[in-house]
C-alpha cells in the first residue's frame, strides 16, 4: 500500500511539473535575409476575460555584414491578444466574419491550411494599429497553451533597409 501511495504521488507531482511548463512554447527561427536564424519562445503569462498577454523573447542570430547592433536582434515584449482569440471558439467567429477590429487592430481569416501535422488549422494576419508590420499566424487547437504553430513577421514603414523583412518562427 505504502509503495503504491509513493508512485501514486510520483506520478502525480511529474504530471504537475509537466502541466506547469505548459504555457511556453519553443520556436526555431528560420534564417532569413540579414539573419542566420535563432530561437524565440512564446509564453502565456495572463489569461482574463478581457484578453490574452503572451510574453515573447527572442535571440536571433544575425548576419555579420547587417550594420544593426546585435542588442536589437534580442530581447523580449509583449503582445496582448484579444479576447476573441483566447480560444477555438474565437477563431471559429473569425473564420465566419472574416475579419475583426480589436483596439484599432484588423485581424483577417485567411484559410484553413494543413501544416506539418496539424490539420485544418486557422491562418489568419494582424495587422497591428501601429501599422509597422503584419503579422501571419497559424493556429491550431491541439497545441497546448497558446496553439500558434508558425509566425511570420513582415516588417513595414520602418526604413528603407528593413522594409518588408521577413521573420518566420516554427514550433519546436
Known amino acids: 500500500m505504502k509503495l503504491f501511495f509513493i508512485t501514486t504521488l510520483i506520478i502525480l507531482l511529474y504530471s504537475i511539473n509537466i502541466w506547469a511548463g505548459e504555457s511556453t512554447l519553443f520556436y526555431k527561427i528560420e534564417p532569413g535575409k540579414f539573419h542566420t536564424g535563432g530561437k524565440a519562445s512564446l509564453e502565456k503569462t495572463e489569461n482574463n476575460l478581457d484578453n490574452l498577454t503572451i510574453l515573447v523573447k527572442y535571440k536571433i542570430d544575425k548576419k555579420f555584414f547587417v550594420p544593426i547592433p546585435s542588442s536589437k536582434f534580442n530581447g523580449e515584449s509583449q ?7 483566447i480560444d477555438e471558439a474565437g477563431y471559429l467567429e473569425l473564420e465566419t466574419k472574416g475579419e475583426i477590429l480589436s483596439d484599432g487592430s484588423l485581424i483577417k481569416f485567411v484559410k ?39 509566425i511570420e513577421i ?19
Open 79 to 85: 503582445i496582448v491578444f484579444p479576447k476573441e482569440l
Open 112 to 150: 484553413r491550411v494543413d501544416w506539418k501535422e496539424y490539420k485544418n488549422a486557422y491562418e489568419f494576419i494582424l495587422y497591428p494599429s501601429n501599422q509597422k508590420s503584419e503579422v501571419l499566424v497559424i493556429y491550431h487547437p491541439s497545441i497546448a497553451s497558446i496553439g500558434i504553430a508558425h
Open 154 to 172: 513582415t516588417i513595414k514603414n520602418t526604413s528603407a533597409f528593413m522594409d518588408g523583412y521577413k521573420m518566420s518562427f516554427n514550433l519546436n
